[in-house]
């Protein structure tokens, strides 16, 4: 085996073992939190070495157990390199149904990462060694479509993943934390100028009314913030609503079996001969 080989190999284990679960580190320096970057086929997002990926995914049926949070995966691919991963992560808090990751990125060029998310169907929810074998096999058949994303900065400065059902489900989060983002950097700009000592007595009536706006601005980022959950909330009731029609539809096809069978047996009873 020669040297480029063992590297290959080496980053094909570290890819495979080094993507759990961990808290992150709290950034020393708070910012306020940049606009969302891409949704749907993003472009490389500005992910920095020193910093964690956290990843967001709401799923109504993989909350199975109201009084407790639940665990689950999904799949993580770098498109550029082929490289896979499965992420552990976790519901946010019991019956949420929202569920949350952290992971880092520990291959080189990450300025190059072109990532991927894609859902376990059902009959691959199951934790064991061979699900990553399933997948890939999934991945060659071309039968996995990845899902809509969309990239923001937390203030504390992470790198955030937020992944959805749909592009139009995306696009209305992504114009949220957007919206979010600029009322943020409005306030820290207001911040900045109440600051600054009043330079005449005609402009302290100005000022007061100045000191007002703080107030105001943290309104209008909790009114966006709160349309960013209730993209959430339509994407897990919307999962649900699939959810109960999948069983209708399964129940109805049982009832359909049901009556063929009891037909198939009055039929085959009426044509036995008596003595």
Known sequence: MNSQQLIRLCLGLGLMTGFFCFESRAAEKKNPPSPAKSVQAPSSPP???????????????????????ESAFLFFRDAKTGKVAKILIEETEPDSSTFRGNFSISWTAIESL?????????????????????????????????????FRTSPEGQQILDVYDTPEQAQQAKEAFEREAELARQAAITKKALSKPIPDVAAVEASNMAERQPALDLLAQEGAKREADRVRLEQIEKQRTEE???????????????????????????????D
Request: aromatic residues 6%; charged residues 30%.
């Open 114 to 150: 072109d990532p991927e998310v894609y859902i376990p169907p059902e009959g691959m929810r199951e934790d064991s060694k061979d699900t990553l074998a399933k997948f890939y096999q999934l991945l060659n058949s071309k039968k996995a479509a990845s899902k809509p994303l969309v």
């Open 244 to 274: 109960r029609l999948r069983q209708q539809r399964l129940l109805s096809e049982q009832e359909k079996r049901s009556a063929l069978k009891r037909q198939s047996n009055l039929r085959r009873r009426l044509s036995i001969p008596t």
């Open 47 to 69: 992910i920095s070495k020193s910093q964690n990926l956290k990843i967001y995914y709401a799923s109504s049926t993989w909350n199975q157990n109201s009084t407790v949070p």
